[in-house]
C-alpha cells in the first residue's frame, strides 16, 4: 500500500491508496505551510486555474465557504477550505462530450434518452449543496438542474468503462467518461469533500473547455481592470 499525506481540516490524515504504476497520477497532497494557491510544491499548474484561485481568494467570492476549483482540460481537482487554504489536488473523471454549456433539458431525461454530445461537464460557479440522488445516494449536487453532481466512482459502474484505471492513468486524455457528473477519488472524497461541505455546502468552479474564462467568470474582468490601474 503507499500512504499520501493530506492535511485536511486541520490535521494530517493518512490516506491509503493502492498500489498502482509509477506514472500513474496520485493523489497529490498539500504542504500545510503556504497559505497561496501558488505553494511551491505545485499544487496547480495551469494559468488558467491558478488564476481562478487567486482571484477567489483575492476577492473571497467564496463567501466563507469551501470550494473546489475543477480543471477539465487538465481533469485536476483542487480542494479549499473556507479560508482559501490548499488542502488537495486528485484527479478527476467529466463528461465525455467537450463543451461548457448543458443541453436544455438533459436533467429531466433518463440516462439512455442522452446522446453523446449532450454528455458535458459544464462550466461555471456553483453553489453545491448535499441533497438525494437515484437510489436514496446522498450526493453533492454541482448543479441539480441539470443533474451534475460530484461523487466517486458509482459502484455500478460498467468494467468495461475502465473508470478507475482511466482516472489514474498518466494523462488526462481518458478521463472524459461520465454522463456529466464529476467523479472524484474515495479517499478524498471521504476525508475531505465531504466534511467540509456536508453541512453548508460550498462553491464548485469548473473551468471551461472552449470558453474564455472571462465569459465563464465574468468578475475576473474586475480583478484584471483592478490589477491594470494599479501600474
Known amino acids: 500500500m503507499i500512504h499520501v499525506l493530506a492535511a485536511l481540516a486541520g490535521l494530517a490524515l493518512t490516506i491509503p491508496v493502492p498500489a498502482r504504476a509509477e506514472s500513474a497520477r496520485p493523489l497529490e497532497s498539500v504542504s500545510s505551510q503556504p497559505e497561496s494557491a501558488e505553494a511551491e510544491d505545485g499544487m496547480i499548474r495551469s494559468a488558467a486555474a491558478m488564476r481562478v484561485a487567486d482571484w477567489i481568494a483575492a476577492s473571497g467570492d467564496n463567501g466563507s465557504l469551501p470550494y473546489i476549483i475543477i480543471d477539465k482540460k487538465a481533469a485536476s481537482l483542487f480542494l479549499f477550505n473556507a479560508k482559501g487554504k490548499p488542502l488537495g489536488k486528485a484527479p478527476v473523471l467529466i463528461g ?126 474586475v480583478q484584471a481592470f483592478t490589477n491594470g490601474g494599479a501600474h
Open 96 to 221: 465525455v462530450a467537450v463543451g461548457d454549456d448543458a443541453t436544455p433539458g438533459v436533467g429531466s431525461k433518463n440516462l439512455a434518452e442522452i446522446g453523446p454530445a449532450e454528455k458535458t461537464t459544464p462550466a461555471g460557479r456553483f453553489l453545491a449543496k448535499y441533497g438525494l440522488a437515484a437510489g436514496k445516494q446522498r450526493v453533492l449536487w454541482v448543479d441539480y438542474a441539470t443533474s451534475v453532481a460530484l461523487h466517486p466512482i458509482p459502484k455500478g459502474a460498467s468494467r468495461k468503462e475502465r473508470r478507475r484505471q482511466r482516472m489514474l492513468s498518466p494523462t488526462p486524455d481518458d478521463n472524459r467518461i461520465t454522463f456529466g457528473c464529476i467523479n472524484v477519488p474515495m479517499a478524498l472524497y471521504n476525508k475531505g469533500v465531504r466534511p467540509l461541505f456536508q453541512k453548508k455546502g460550498g462553491y464548485v468552479y469548473v473551468l471551461p473547455d472552449t470558453k474564455p474564462l472571462e465569459d465563464v467568470f465574468p468578475r475576473l474582468r
